[in-house]
């Protein structure tokens, strides 16, 4: 059963540490989303890639997020210097582009920030 | 830009009564309509689909269809069960891409 992975699945860290999250997306799917979760703002899409590529960033504060693609079984997301208002569950997603695009969630990574 | 409209919750209902969660959309085209799901601790499901107006999704007893004359795909569930507890995203693709637009969610509880 083909399954995202996320890691770590907690983090409690303080103010301005360097904060990395980890994603495998299921092997074979080319496009992964980076999503983060929160009661006040819903469901927000921070960025997405394509065969490793960044299609879209424009969802995240751009100053301290940053998003990449080492290889094609790992997407990382990091905050640096990590902030309270960062606090929140962050998913990670992958698919195949097509004209169905059904996206397959990861179990998230929730994150505070004191 | 596109944008995705649910009822807002909580929902809270008595086991086998029937749910039906609102939601309709914006969009330019013929997007395709999703209806995930969140249970607690756990990232989103998908539950079901539709790509093309009338499309009828279902899934577990779910059902919503995609009706492009008043823009909606509304949630149904005959009889619901006390592990249909969850929160339920409505979301669309537009025509091109894959970049998916959420609803802001409905939590839904159902109690014995």
């Known amino acids: 059963d083909a399954r995202v992975t996320q890691t770590p699945r907690h983090k409690v860290t303080e103010m301005g540490q360097e904060v990395t999250m980890r994603c495998q997306p299921i092997?074979?799917?080319?496009?992964v989303f980076w999503y983060r979760q929160t009661m006040m703002q819903g469901l927000e899409l921070l960025a997405y890639?394509?065969?490793?590529?960044?299609?879209?960033d424009s969802g995240m504060p751009k100053d301290r997020f940053s998003a990449e693609m080492p290889d094609a079984t790992l997407a990382t997301l990091k905050i640096q210097p990590s902030e309270p208002r960062d606090s929140a569950v962050y998913f990670c997603a992958s698919g195949l582009p097509g004209p169905i695009d059904t996206q397959y969630f990861g179990p998230g990574t929730r994150l505070t920030v004191l | 830009g596109d944008s995705v409209t649910q009822m807002e919750g909580p929902v809270t209902l008595s086991e086998e009564a029937f749910l039906t969660i609102n939601c309709t959309y914006t969009a330019t085209g013929y997007p395709s309509l999703f209806w995930y799901v969140q249970y607690p601790g756990e990232g989103l499901q998908l539950l079901l689909k539709a790509t093309k107006a009338d499309d009828k999704g279902s899934n577990k007893g779910f059902e919503a269809t995609y009706r492009k004359e008043t823009t909606s795909f509304h949630l149904e569930k005959g009889s619901v069960q006390v592990s249909d507890s969850a929160v339920y995203f409505c979301?669309?693709?537009?025509?091109?891409?894959?970049?998916?637009?959420f609803g802001g969610g409905t939590r839904v509880l159902v109690k014995p």
């Open positions: 890639f394509r065969n490793r590529a960044p299609l879209d």
């Open positions: 092997l074979g799917h080319n496009t």
């Open positions: 979301a669309l693709s537009p025509a091109a891409g894959n970049k998916l637009t």
